[in-house]
């Protein structure tokens, strides 16, 4: 059951389930109370009054609140547990806290989990006996900290203290003692954000204290070596007795190889890395952690864990703080891991007080879809293929220099190319140069709605003389040159299909969400495009082929990496984090598998869509294209 919670004096009105603390639920309401110990009851300042609702008094309330106050219905925030509806007042923020600008348009206050508390502390003496771990955890107790510590820590305290003549900063990760420093580095506090693709792997090194990212490195990702999708990687986990570690191997190497580049780029000491928040999807997560992931690949599709972890960097062999802590976000699903709930973050899809309905796609070879508003929401995961990164085509590569990420097709037939790295001599071509290319082939009629590459019979006296020149045979199977011919790239009639197959599968996913909650695509504020592949791809290309559903071009909009922005807004907003958290209880998830209409659909929105017109001209919404039901060789 969930209650209504009224925030005064904003008036802002949320719903959360029982048992959510009312600190958690402003945190998803997106409203800010003051607080330092993020959340655990320990540093007094989080309390707001009670106007109505139940509202018990805990043991935390007595400790900070006076009697006066607590008859006034004052109350910690984060130790009230609701349990009815209720109106809270929540005190003004004193001074003007340190906000950054994450995500797409999300101001975020920095509140991050690490923190750095600088101590001159009374040296010991006969009459203050009081041992070193003691005197450091009495004193940051007074600032509102209650910690932990390890016998890493302990060893070197002694020195660190006399040494420093007990001018120290003490560092703490959540409830973590991890280090006491000697003299003042609180200017000296960092961070990574990371997100573990299939392909790919983005790290960016952030500063703690403001939000800036010091350097960012993307690389990919070494287990690709064993194959293109996670369903060949948990083969291989089956298949090989020591797949499982050669995989875990392969990604902590890239990781690590990443930490170097972003540490040498910026000067800044791995030492002074204390924290990490890694997103991915839930096989890339199991194996990093060493976690067997065969079940997550047959039904009933259950992975170990889909609750957040934390853990320390060198349980892993991650080359940060020997103390570090890297913690992950929750998944949704199976096949819609932390990553999405990243993408969920940054996109502010499931919190956006507007109400509209807006339509995540994360493009790649598992294509996670969320539709969805503060009203409700649903997810799914579409598995796409490895087309749109470049792979099983026949020119296809990664978005590197020399590979084609755009193509224009005249109607005077030239073929203008966009090359990455300038004018030079095209290698291959791109997942976006792979949609650019079919989009352009359909507009001008080189391939019709099903998908089917003309022949040059049937182009000649109908198209300009320059494209029917560029219908070729390679290996038996027609083709269309993109380059000259010594550079001989081209898109064959396969090419096409498995883009068809890899558009279709998401296309399809996103139609069942859309059945689900009954809406069309008329319906939709916003297409948000995700991923690297969001990044560069065309809008107009991408609805062109049916990929998106058929709303106007400035609707769909590319967000880029959005799972890495969420992972930074996490790292830097220990708020933020716990609203991430929740996540998963305000959305639904769909498991396409074993779902009758699925195939039905899939099979209609194979085809390329003809656009819808409207009186003026205009193209409509639909609930997705439907251009062909035959699709032929």
């Not at 889909?306 to 991650?318: D, K, M, N, S």
Request: aromatic residues 4%; glycine residues 10%; charged residues 20%.
């Amino acid at each position: 059951m969930k209650y209504e919670i009224r925030f005064l004096p904003s008036e802002t009105i949320t719903h959360a389930p029982e048992g959510t603390t009312i600190f958690n639920a402003a945190n998803w309401a997106g409203l800010a109370i003051d607080s330092t110990c993020g959340g655990r009851g320990t540093c007094g300042k989080c309390k707001v009054r009670v106007l109505k609702g139940n509202a018990p008094v805990r043991e935390a309330d007595r400790k900070f609140l006076s009697p006066s106050e607590l008859d006034e219905g004052w109350r910690l925030s984060c130790r009230a547990v609701l349990h009815s509806d209720c109106v809270v007042d929540i005190p003004r923020l004193m001074g003007n806290p340190k906000a950054a600008l994450l995500g797409y348009g999300h101001h975020v206050i920095l509140n991050p989990n690490v923190a750095k508390v600088y101590f001159e502390l009374a040296e010991p003496s006969l009459q203050d006996q009081r041992s070193d771990l003691e005197r450091i955890v009495s004193a940051l107790d007074e600032e509102g900290y209650q910690v932990h510590s390890g016998i890493a820590l302990w060893r070197e305290l002694p020195k660190t203290l006399r040494g420093s003549d007990f001018k120290v900063t003490a560092v703490v990760v959540g409830d973590n003692l991890i280090a006491v420093e000697p003299g003042n580095t609180t200017q000296s506090s960092y961070g990574l954000a990371v997100d573990v693709g299939t392909t790919s792997v983005v790290t960016a090194l952030i500063n703690l204290n403001t939000g800036a990212v010091e350097a960012v490195k993307s690389g990919l990702n070494r287990q690709a070596a064993f194959g293109a999708d996670v369903i060949s990687r948990v083969s291989h986990t089956m298949m090989e007795p020591e797949g499982l570690a050669e995989l875990q191997t392969r990604i902590i190497e890239t990781l690590n190889d990443l930490l170097d580049s972003v540490t040498a780029d910026s000067g800044i000491a791995r030492e002074q890395i204390y924290e990490a928040v890694i997103v991915g999807n839930a096989t890339m997560l199991h194996l990093l952690l060493g976690i067997d992931p065969e079940p997550i690949s047959v039904a009933p599709f259950t992975p170990t864990m889909t609750q957040p972890v934390t853990f320390r960097a060198a349980e892993i062999g991650l080359r940060m703080h020997p103390e570090a802590r890297v913690s992950t976000l929750p998944h949704l699903g199976a096949y819609v891991g932390a990553d999405i709930v990243a993408g969920i973050l940054a996109t502010d899809l499931t919190r956006n007080k507007d109400g509209k309905l807006r339509l995540l796609i994360d493009v790649g070879t598992n294509g996670e879809i969320v539709l969805g508003s503060v009203n409700g929401t649903l997810s799914t995961a579409a598995p796409a293929g490895p087309a749109f990164e470049g792979a099983q085509i026949k020119n296809g590569m990664r978005a590197s220099t020399g590979a084609i990420e755009g193509i224009e097709i005249t109607p005077e037939g030239d073929v203008r190319l966009q090359i990455i790295g300038g004018d030079i001599k095209p290698v291959g071509i791109a997942g976006s140069g792979l949609v650019d290319g079919v989009a352009e082939m359909f507009k001008v009629g080189i391939v019709d709605a099903s998908g089917r590459l003309l022949r040059p019979e049937e182009a000649r006296g109908n198209l300009p003389d320059a494209l029917v020149d560029r219908l070729v045979t390679v290996d038996g199977v027609r083709a269309f040159l993109l380059s000259d011919a010594e550079s001989n790239i081209v898109l064959t009639q396969q090419d096409i299909r498995a883009l068809q197959f890899a558009k279709g599968s998401i296309g399809a996913g996103v139609e069942v969400l859309m059945q689900q909650m009954g809406v069309t695509a008329s319906d939709l504020h916003q297409v948000l495009l995700a991923g690297s592949f969001g990044s560069y791809i065309n809008p107009s290309s991408a609805r062109t082929i049916g990929l998106v559903p058929w709303v106007p071009v400035e609707q769909i909009v590319a967000v880029g990496n959005a799972a890495g922005e969420g992972a930074k807004i996490a790292l830097l907003s220990f708020r933020e984090r716990e609203a991430a958290n929740r996540i998963p209880e305000f959305i639904e998830y769909v498991e396409l598998s074993g779902r009758s209409e699925f195939n039905d659909i899939f099979t209609s929105v194979l085809g390329f869509p003809t656009p819808p017109r409207s009186d003026n001209g205009g193209a409509e919404g639909l609930s997705l294209p439907v251009a062909i039901a035959q699709i032929t060789s």
